[in-house]
């Protein structure tokens, strides 16, 4: 008795898994699941053989994220091979993750972030799920890459920092006045915070309006320090 054995190639998981993820996602399973394939290995097909593959009687329970299928490979110069493939199709979620590590009071740049999905059940409540709630935003701890984002942990950029000279914008109907001043606190964009007119020492009510500007509000009096 001689055995003849002929190289191959498994058919690629990612394949599989994509079209097994579209036929059960026709049955009312997220089409973003993760699949749990507990002891599957992919058929072996010949080297160079252009596989054709289907999935055939798939079943899915919605209550217990269960399915069940046959895997069909057909390929130039083998038998066609079924196989009976069972699973559970785990819900994610959206999450947004650190790129690098990021220090308290840093602002999250557009290449600090990764978009991915995550299974739900691992993904705490509070977690960022969109980049636009974590760009331009600044930290108030530390983050360490791969981490997920937390939104409490996140807060408006400052635009003007405490003690930091700043130019003071007081706009009223056909006038506009600039001055010196040093602010007392410091502001995210659209905050109040109290100012001093470096010229007349007197503090007054503003609200940041940019990297070191301030707008007076209109009929502002000075705020007793």
């Known amino acids: 008795?001689?055995?003849?054995?002929?190289?191959?190639?498994?058919?690629?998981?990612?394949?599989?898994?994509?079209?097994?993820?579209?036929?059960?996602?026709?049955?009312?399973?997220?089409a973003e699941a993760e699949l749990e394939l507990p002891g599957f290995?992919?058929?072996?097909?010949?080297?160079?053989?252009?596989?054709?593959?289907?999935?055939?009687?798939?079943?899915?329970?919605?209550?217990t994220r269960r399915f069940a299928a046959t895997l069909a490979v057909a390929a130039e110069g083998m038998a066609t091979q079924r196989t009976?493939?069972?699973?559970?199709?785990?819900?994610?979620?959206?999450?947004?993750?650190?790129?690098r590590r990021i220090a308290v009071g840093e602002v999250v740049r557009p290449g600090d972030v990764e978009e991915r999905r995550?299974?739900?059940?691992?993904?705490?409540?509070?977690?960022?799920?969109?980049?636009e709630e974590v760009i331009g935003k600044q930290m108030?701890?530390?983050?360490?890459?791969?981490?997920?984002?937390?939104?409490?942990?996140?807060v408006a950029a400052t635009v003007v920092a405490k003690n930091q000279p700043v130019v003071?914008?007081?706009?009223?109907?056909?006038i506009?006045?600039?001055?010196?001043?040093?602010?007392?606190?410091?502001?995210a964009l659209g905050e109040r915070l109290p100012v001093m007119n470096l010229m007349s020492r007197s503090v007054v009510e503003a609200?940041?309006?940019?990297?070191?500007?301030?707008?007076v509000l209109p009929g502002a009096t000075p705020i007793q320090i």
């Open 168 to 174: 003071m914008v007081l706009e009223a109907p056909g």
């Open 84 to 99: 009976r493939i069972t699973g559970r199709a785990v819900p994610t979620v959206p999450v947004v993750l650190a790129a």
């Open 118 to 131: 995550l299974r739900a059940e691992r993904v705490r409540p509070g977690t960022a799920q969109r980049a």
């Open 1 to 30: 008795r001689s055995i003849v054995e002929r190289p191959g190639r498994p058919v690629p998981r990612e394949e599989v898994e994509a079209l097994l993820r579209a036929e059960i996602a026709r049955l009312g399973a997220d």
């Open 207 to 215: 609200i940041a309006i940019g990297p070191g500007r301030v707008r």
């Open 41 to 63: 290995a992919p058929p072996v097909v010949p080297v160079a053989a252009l596989p054709e593959i289907a999935i055939e009687t798939p079943s899915y329970d919605g209550a």
């Open 140 to 154: 108030r701890r530390p983050i360490g890459a791969d981490l997920p984002f937390m939104l409490v942990d996140l």
């Open 176 to 187: 506009a006045l600039t001055a010196q001043g040093r602010a007392l606190d410091a502001a």
